[in-house]
């Protein structure tokens, strides 16, 4: 169990009253959990999880040990259609030995815990469960080696408090860009 609270007094509080309820053996700070590694900074107040374990991990499992260094997760212009999927028996049984769909399961793991810069691509990905092709298998593959590349990066969190707003800018939906002329844009 995971105690987290603004002051340390709330979780001894909340710490005292759960010994008095059940039997419980204090840990100590979290710094691994389902994959994700927890770096806290009190002095910094700052909280960063990353996931370099489980990217090697993922890695090793889909043979992408020793990968070619990319600085992005999906190749310029790539577009995956079900054009790409394959036609012939012969065709859908190669890649039916390919582990597409766990491949996929551990993206989506790893963007929605520490990785935000890859949810475009991998939301894209399983749209061809049902009759991937290489092309999408290549695709799926380059954001593996992204990650390995980008290994050490998280995402951190600070205990900051003030006013601010979040501005986010992406060209990943080139769809947009080339309707309106301008890239997507959010603001919270």
Known sequence: MIIAAKLSGDIREVKGALKNSIEMKELGPSTFILGMEIDHDEAAGTLMIKQTRYIDD????FGQQNVKLLDNPCASGMKLTNMQSPGTVKERAKMQSRPYRSLIGCLFHIAACA?????FVVTQLPRFFEN???PHWRAAIRVLCYLKTTREH???YSGESGNFTVQAYSNADWGTILMTGVPSRASW
């Open 132 to 134: 991937p092709e290489q």
């Open 154 to 156: 998280g995402i951190t």
């Open 115 to 119: 990785r935000p810069d890859i949810v």
């Open 58 to 61: 993922v890695a090793e499992r």
